[in-house]
């Protein structure tokens, strides 16, 4: 393959309060009084020195605390919560840490001399364009790591935890004993250095994305929706969205992914929303790819000769943004059917084309995903496409493993696991 030619061709081409430290003075020397009478004076004298400086507050301070420390205590009891129950809850890892996977370096034209550096950039290197990653791996690990790819706006961030602050599935999964990986894609989040100039636009766009990730439309939620309503909530949800920094390289995110699964070793690869376009090809590039869950991809990809029609929608039409599905050769197409590939939609997505487009737009997406199974399968493959509804989970936004009920949706992806035999 040609160095700089794109190998997959798209037809149509998240206060802390501050204690007083005299809280902590005035109960280590209450509880030092209490238990020394040979200490009392001494107890009494600090008091005493505490409340010249401010008077009445030490008493109330820790009459306070003691209060609610009761009050704690109290609380618990009636939970049926136990102190020596915890350690039922914990979650022990055994490793953790960072590592980065592909990328290039640029080197300037000129000759680097030796103390230019401040005064000229010639002949210097930037390295850039690789993929980040941050993994963790619980104490009696599974042997099939998961591998999270975020989507469009989103970095890692996004799978360890919610808008309102639960866990998510980094966690979630980690509890099941599984290995987690947390990319970044080059050009997001942690991982902004780029070898190419760009822009990076401020771009008013909140409300467009509550409607087109199904939240509802604004301000209003859509009824049943699994996803917390209050103020803080929405906010937090926003501010965990991260532009690319200039130009989203298709080949260099294939590259930085495909290396990064040569230092995990096989895996399963969960991808969301756009992330689900890069999933494909490196399943395909890998060969260290055991499964592939997509949460409501948005790109597919079909063997040369079976491309099925454009399913149009009207949020193309509006936005000018035509998503048609990647061709690749009958061989490539082959290796997809080497692996079970599950894929997940939530709910409001109509069964006909509508006026809405934060909806039209998915359903097109999801009438994409029924013909790529079939495919897949009709070439001996093994594909599900689950539409949540149909199985009873009402609700659901674009952002299923992050919604209110999202533990749910990640015991339904384990019991899926589990029959694939991905679980070991």
Known sequence: MQSGARRYVYEEDRTMKKKLTITAVLMSTVMAAAACGSQQTSAVATTQSVETTAPETAEMTVQETAEEADETEEAKASSGEAKEDTADDLLVIREQGYFTAGGTVRTNEGEFHLGDAYSSRDGQTIHGDHASVFYQVPEDAKQNP????????????????TADGREGF???????????????????????????DGVVLSDAG??????????????????????????ASVDEFFRQMTPDVGTCNIDAVIDGLVAMFEKTGPGIFVTHSAGGAFGWPVAIESGNVTGIVALEPGTFVFPEGEVPDP?????????????????VSQEEFEKL???PIIIYYGDYIPDEPCENPGQDYWRSSRDYALLFAETVNRHGGDATVIELPKEGIYGNTHFIMSDLNNVEIADHISAWLKEKGLDQ
């Not at 990730?213 to 996803?227: K, L, N």
């Not at 929608?313 to 509006?318: K, L, M, T």
Request: hydrophobic fraction near 30%; charged fraction near 20%.
């Open 311 to 327: 399913i149009d929608n009207i949020y193309s039409e509006i936005s000018g943004i035509q998503t048609y599905p990647m061709v």
């Open 337 to 339: 059917t080497r692996m």
């Open 170 to 196: 980094a966690n979630l999964f980690l509890r099941d004993g599984y290995p987690v990986y947390l990319v970044d894609q080059p050009r997001r989040g942690q991982t902004g250095q780029s070898t190419e």
């Open 146 to 161: 998961m591998v999270f790819l975020h989507g469009i706006t989103q970095s890692g961030k996004c799978w360890s935890t």
């Open 206 to 231: 909140d409300q467009m994305y509550f409607e087109q990730f199904r939240i509802g439309q604004w301000p209003e939620f859509y009824d049943g929706v699994q996803f917390p309503q209050d103020d």
